[in-house]
């Protein structure tokens, strides 16, 4: 569980490959609302509700979306 309002601590717990809980907090900006929805999105964080829901580890295939655009750039020569 982690507080909204630190882009690079949600970061850091995400970074464990586990879900994060995020509890919302009032205020904030378009910066801190892009960020959120994206991390939802990819179902990296899910909002904290009165109790912590299970889940299996997530685990990001960061490699093989890092590889896509150079691997493009080399084929498309």
């Given amino acids: 569980m982690i507080t909204a309002d630190s882009i690079s601590m949600i970061s850091e717990a995400a970074a464990t490959v586990k879900r994060v809980h995020v509890i919302d907090l009032d205020g904030g900006s378009g910066e801190f609302d ?44």
């Fill in 34 to 77: 892009r960020f959120h929805e994206a991390m939802r999105a990819a179902g990296i964080t899910r909002p904290f509700s009165d109790r912590i829901e299970s889940s299996s580890s997530w685990v990001p295939n960061d490699t093989a979306r890092a590889g896509a655009a150079p691997r493009g750039l080399v084929l498309g020569r």
